[in-house]
């Protein structure tokens, strides 16, 4: 009796916790903030540290650009003003993404939502077996300003640098590659004072959105990548 007991305390127990162990239990980032608050960067950290794919809808759009599709012709028209383009364009292309194998154990999200009704649409697809965590990264317009105006990136392999703050060993050339950096077109400064201004109208609301929900955690982003990396990780981590 007793070898029957220890049988199944060690051997049985333990199998079926691991069978009943959420195995979807999937880890969902969501990273907020202003343009050039640093998202990319931290996305990079975040990916790389929870092993989950860093899914930004600008970057999408990006890629259909390149690729000459319906929805980036459409997509372009708006991005080149600094707007936002249309709720439904980008649900339906982020729901498409996310639904991939490869976001099942959890992503990351970078630049979604962008407003209310995209985080609505986006609580009503997640399960009960997601758990949900937004990263607000907190800068003042002055120094968005002044970071996109420096940003520059490599046309080949995307690394991202800073002319004033993290400036390549050689102009306009990447240190991975080799290749040249280039300017977004959105980031030039008339384009830049619209995408604040969308920012400010559309996209803030969400931080009251979040905080409600209480799955908001705010990083002070005006630090060196590094220590916002630093601060964020310690508060994922207390968060777990
Ligand atoms: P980003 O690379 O995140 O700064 O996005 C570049 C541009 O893509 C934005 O200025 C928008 O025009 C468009 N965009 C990216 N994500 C979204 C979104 N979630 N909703 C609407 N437009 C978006």
Request: charged share 25%.
């Amino acid at each position: 009796m007793k070898k029957y007991f220890l049988f199944l305390i060690l051997f049985i127990f333990p199998l079926t916790s691991l069978i009943s162990a959420d195995p979807a239990d999937q880890q969902i980032y969501i990273l907020l903030g202003p343009p050039g608050s640093g998202k990319g960067t931290q996305a990079a950290y975040i990916s790389k540290e929870k092993q989950i794919p860093h899914i930004s809808t600008g970057d999408l759009f990006r890629e259909n650009i390149r690729q000459g599709t319906k929805l980036g012709q459409t997509a372009q028209t708006y991005m080149n003003d600094g707007k936002l383009v249309p709720d439904a364009l980008v649900i339906d292309m982020l729901l498409d993404r996310v639904s991939k194998e490869d976001c099942q154990k959890g992503y990351l999200l970078d630049g979604f939502p962008r407003t209310v009704d995209q985080a609505k649409a986006f609580d009503s697809h997640l399960s009960k077996k997601s758990s949900l965590k937004v990263i607000y990264l907190d800068v003042s317009d002055d120094v968005v300003m002044k970071r996109i105006s420096g940003r520059e990136s490599c046309k080949n392999c995307g690394k991202i640098y800073n002319r004033y703050f993290q400036p390549p060993k050689q102009e306009g050339k990447c240190d991975q590659c080799g290749s040249t950096l280039v300017q977004r077109d959105d980031d030039k400064p008339e384009v830049v004072k619209n995408r604040l201004t969308t920012y400010a109208s559309q996209t803030k609301p969400l931080i009251d959105y979040y905080q409600s929900k209480g799955v908001l955690i705010k990083v002070n982003g005006e630090q060196k990548p590094e220590a916002i990396w630093i601060e964020l990780k310690e508060k994922i981590l207390l968060s777990n």
